[in-house]
């Protein structure tokens, strides 16, 4: 494995289990376990970062394939992909500068073979093992499951947290083992 590859760890679950919810709590929990965060969100949105009428929109509509809008405080990349045949989530990932960063939380892409933690809440009357696939590493609840995997309580970010940050240690370890 290419040393500077970044952990991805995907967040999966039905809609309307609470993904953003649970990542907005464990972001802060694991910067002040000193891990640098990245995030990569799927929507199945047409999603614009730039508003309409701004300089920047404009200029991109106007036919520039990538547009670098920057502040003192921030900056952002737009790439225009119109003909590329399916998201890659691994192309996407490498696009962060993996020198400012130690993992990359993933919400959505439930399809790739990456480390997942799957989310699930009882009252959704969903099947559970539906959102399970080879790659789930733990499963955060709301109720007891029938299930060998690690089981972590949805409801205690405290406790997801906790749970990536032994992973991501065991992880790095075995790199340098």
Do not use: C
Request: glycine fraction near 6%.
């Amino acid at each position: 494995m290419n040393p500077t590859t970044l952990p991805l760890l995907g967040i999966t679950a039905y809609s309307g289990t609470g993904k953003t919810t649970l990542l907005k709590q464990i972001i802060p929990l694991l910067r002040q376990q000193h891990i640098r965060v990245g995030l990569i969100k799927h929507t199945h949105h047409n999603m614009d970062v730039d508003q309409p009428g701004k300089d920047s929109y404009e200029l991109r509509k106007a036919g520039a394939a990538q547009t670098l809008v920057a502040s003192q405080q921030r900056w952002a990349l737009m790439t225009e992909t119109p003909d590329l045949p399916k998201l890659d989530l691994h192309y996407l990932a490498s696009r962060f500068d993996a020198d400012s960063l130690d993992l990359v939380l993933v919400e959505g892409f439930k399809e790739e073979a990456i480390a997942k933690i799957a989310l699930y809440r009882h009252g959704l009357n969903v099947a559970f093992d539906q959102i399970l696939d080879p790659h789930v590493i733990a499963v955060a609840s709301d109720t007891p499951l029938a299930t060998s995997l690690p089981q972590l309580n949805i409801n205690q970010p405290q406790q997801v947290t906790a749970f990536i940050v032994a992973w991501l240690k065991g992880r790095n370890a075995g790199k340098h083992g």
